[in-house]
């Protein structure tokens, strides 16, 4: 009979496990978004030249696009060429074989890729889920209720509330805890100055109270919004004080 050492258990990296790997929140939704990692410099080249290929844009963007293309070409093979490096060109060979695979048509400036298989259901059933999950606003992190009733409205599939639970620790994405504040700004277009227009503080008892204005006057505007999350106020007033002021004068 072998032992463990001569038969060692075969870890595979599946999807879930890199998208809790990933170091940020960013990096999470950007593997839950393309269902893996993303595409390297090389390999976004030939669908880039693929685009190119059809176009329907002018002569002068044409021109102007493909003298960018084959800058970015020179500045991810040169190197290796000087270095005698040929992992990049099959890195890239392979791309362009998987480009000439997957495309059904190309007419009128519009590629069509019909023939990229499609994921196995369970695998894309969690990948759905975890990108749901990344894109729960602060809103929908009161409670349990309130992350399912977001998932309901995408149709995102999962088994019962431990499951749900389960994947948000995986992710490292907690539900808002009582004294925690969530101040939401606005900064428009251009080069308005970022404002506060909302706060949301969660109550003792788990309840929310919002102040300023409400989340549908909120999400109704345009321009560059994000949300800053601070923890329970400080037991020193003073603290607390300055630290309103520097929230005050955040950019």
């Known amino acids: 009979m072998r032992s463990n050492e001569e038969n060692p258990k075969r870890n595979r990296l599946t999807l879930n496990k890199q998208i809790a790997a990933a170091p940020t929140h960013a990096k999470k939704w950007q593997i839950a978004l393309h269902g893996g990692l993303p595409p390297t410099e090389i390999q976004r080249l030939p669908p880039e030249a693929t685009g190119l290929r059809f176009t329907t844009h002018p002569k002068e963007w044409q021109a102007k696009a493909k003298e960018q293309l084959k800058q970015r070409f020179a500045d991810q093979l040169f190197p290796a060429l000087i270095k ?42 969690g990948r759905r889920l975890r990108l749901a999950i990344l894109n729960l606003d602060p809103d929908d992190l009161i409670s349990m209720k309130a992350v399912a009733d977001a998932l309901a409205k995408w149709h995102v599939m999962y088994s019962d509330e431990s499951h749900l639970r389960r994947v948000m620790r995986e ?40 102040h300023g204005m409400t989340r549908k006057e909120y999400d109704a505007l345009g321009g560059l919004k994000s949300h800053l999350l601070l923890p329970p106020l400080s037991a020193s007033p003073d603290k607390e004080a300055r630290r309103l002021f520097l929230l005050s004068k955040t950019p």
Do not use: C
């Open 84 to 125: 005698n490096d040929p992992a990049p060109f099959f890195e890239l060979l392979e791309a362009m074989a998987k480009e000439r695979r997957e495309i059904t048509y190309a007419v009128n400036g519009l590629v069509l890729y019909g023939k990229r298989p499609k994921p196995p259901e369970k695998k894309e059933a």
């Open 171 to 210: 992710l490292e994405v907690h539900l808002l805890k009582p004294g925690e504040r969530v101040y939401f700004s606005f900064s428009g277009f251009g080069d308005q100055p970022k404002k506060w227009l909302r706060k949301l503080i969660v109550e003792k008892n788990g309840t929310a109270t919002n």
